[in-house]
């Protein structure tokens, strides 16, 4: 291995737990659950190939949290059951079977939910509809459907959802939960100030529409117990608004990142188009801010294809743990195929039509080795 990518591969100590390396793989919807949940056929082997092929640290695509109103799509994995949980375990050791950590994202949509079999409508902060339009690749159509403003007994439900989540993830074997707070969900929603015009105590300045994370943050730490990870993931852009940014700039940023800090999560995971370009108009980067005003470790998503890239974001400190996605899914051994100096496979959307799950995936796959 040559000492150019050698950073990629050092050991690295996120909570209590030792990484192989400094590479994970990015959570991914792949909707491709059973309908009640639980894990579907394909995603054993999904999550066993990212361990097989390296990464030290694998984080799963969201899991709805509750069987209220968080799930968001069509076939989503749950974590919000026993029976979520078991069927989870399973999966978890194979993953453990390779050296490879495994934390699970913990999600609520929110408005931004296309399908959710407990309830037939949405909740948001606020009654505002949604920008853009539902996500095809997802099975969703058209727009968004203007969603209830949440009672604060809704918002308790929400944090209770978290917490029990969690809990149920340590249950199944998971070495952490990372909230995900980020792309637009329910938490983001009360983040962002075009979605959140609440007057009380959760909306208003930027501390006010901060109070969700600290509660929910606080409630999972609380249910799991401090030896257990806990992160949080944190974007400026959404699935549904990709130009979004901090109206206070660097001052919202040190706010948030400083709160998730005197929280006692153990970790911030940034994700942004590009992870080492500017968070606002000049200056940091999303993943440089996170470090300097939380003084945690910091997970940086966004834009890594190679080597060279990665190894350049570890050194500019753009992040402790790079996190692949698109990269990840066409090269599932991609610290292998690094570490041999071999040729990377280019991502190729055709991998998510006409729908983003792990059938079209294998079909897609077949019909290039067929050729």
């Known amino acids: 291995?040559?000492?150019?990518?050698?950073?990629?591969?050092?050991?690295?100590?996120?909570?209590?737990?030792?990484?192989?390396?400094?590479?994970?793989?990015?959570?991914?919807?792949?909707?491709?659950?059973?309908?009640?949940?639980?894990?579907?056929?394909?995603?054993p082997s999904y999550y066993e190939a990212f361990a097989q092929g390296g990464f030290g640290l694998i984080i799963t695509e969201g899991l709805y949290s509750d069987e209220h109103y968080s799930q968001g799509y069509?076939?989503?994995?749950?974590?919000?059951?026993?029976?979520?949980?078991?069927?989870?375990?399973?999966?978890?050791?194979?993953?453990?079977?390779?050296?490879?950590?495994?934390?699970?994202?913990?999600?609520?949509?929110?408005?931004?939910?296309?399908?959710?079999?407990?309830?037939?409508?949405?909740?948001?902060?606020?009654?505002?509809?949604?920008?853009?339009?539902?996500?095809?690749?997802y099975h969703g159509k058209g727009a968004y459907p203007t969603p209830r403003a949440m009672a604060v007994d809704d918002i308790d439900t929400a944090i209770k959802g978290f917490a029990n989540a969690a809990q149920q993830a340590k249950a199944a074997g998971f070495d952490g939960v990372e909230i995900h707070g980020a792309n637009g969900y329910l938490l983001d929603q009360f983040l962002t100030t075009y979605t959140n015009t609440r007057s009380d105590h959760y909306g208003g300045d930027i501390h006010a529409r901060l109070h969700i994370y600290r509660d929910v943050i606080r409630a999972v730490k609380h249910a799991v117990g401090d030896a257990f990870i806990v992160g949080v993931r944190v974007s400026q852009k959404k699935v549904n608004d990709q130009t979004y940014v901090w109206p206070g700039g660097e001052r919202d940023a040190q706010a948030l990142f400083e709160m998730i800090g005197q929280c006692g999560a153990h970790y911030i995971h940034t994700t942004e188009p590009m992870l080492d370009q500017p968070a606002f108009e000049q200056g940091a980067s999303l993943a440089f801010l996170a470090k300097k005003y939380s003084q945690l470790p910091v997970i940086a998503n966004g834009g890594v294809a190679h080597a060279a890239m990665a190894t350049a974001a570890l050194a500019d400190q753009h992040g402790d743990i790079i996190a692949l996605g698109k990269a990840a899914l066409a090269n599932p051994c991609w610290p292998a195929i690094v570490r041999e100096h071999g040729v990377l496979a280019d991502f190729d959307y055709d991998m998510l039509a006409p729908t983003a799950n792990l059938e079209t995936a294998n079909d897609y796959h077949r019909a290039l080795t067929s050729h």
């Open 74 to 137: 069509y076939r989503q994995p749950g974590m919000a059951n026993a029976m979520h949980s078991h069927s989870w375990a399973p999966v978890v050791q194979r993953i453990h079977a390779h050296d490879t950590h495994v934390i699970a994202q913990l999600m609520h949509a929110g408005a931004l939910s296309q399908h959710n079999r407990f309830n037939p409508t949405t909740i948001a902060p606020s009654a505002v509809v949604p920008m853009g339009e539902q996500m095809t690749f």
């Open 1 to 43: 291995m040559s000492t150019t990518i050698a950073p990629l591969f050092t050991p690295y100590t996120l909570g209590h737990k030792q990484l192989a390396n400094r590479l994970a793989v990015a959570p991914m919807t792949r909707i491709s659950a059973e309908e009640d949940g639980t894990v579907g056929a394909l995603m």
